[in-house]
């Protein structure tokens, strides 16, 4: 059996409980302009279709920190290394440059708070003319 599609009140709801997760009935119900029963009927549906999954609690240590980070070494073609520092500084995800050298002439530091973001990030960098070749290396568990 197919679940049920997500209407734009279920979506406004997840989203909520995306920023909030211990978020009150009366408080989403506030927020989204409905009554509380919908809400916790809305909830116990999202939950028994498996689109709701768990709740789950931040740190204040998480607040905000990109949720995926890594290393993209640069290899560039010729003397355009000023003007493709320019062209990687206006990439959002882009936290920091460092020259290198070696192989690679460019170290780039990339935060994002989700894959399809940081993706989006590497995207937008291959596509800067006079990048010859790159790679990727996504920050995992620090060894401490």
Request: aromatic share 2%; charged share 30%.
């Amino acid at each position: 059996m197919q679940s049920p599609t997500l209407d734009k009140l279920d979506l406004e709801l997840i989203e909520l409980l995306r920023r909030d997760g211990r978020a009150s009935l009366a408080t989403l119900a506030g927020q989204l302009k409905v009554t509380r029963a919908t809400v916790r009927a809305r909830m116990e549906r999202l939950q028994a279709n498996g689109k709701i999954l768990s709740f789950t609690v931040k740190l204040d240590s998480d607040l905000g920190r990109p949720q995926v980070s890594g290393i993209t070494l640069v290899k560039i073609l010729g003397h355009k290394t000023g003007r493709i520092v320019q062209q990687l500084r206006l990439i959002e995800e882009v936290q920091d440059i460092y020259s290198t050298n070696g192989k690679w002439d460019l170290l780039v530091e990339i935060a994002a708070p989700n894959l399809e973001r940081f993706d989006r990030a590497l995207d937008a960098m291959r596509a800067i003319d006079g990048i010859a070749e790159s790679e990727t290396n996504l920050r995992l568990a620090a060894k401490r």
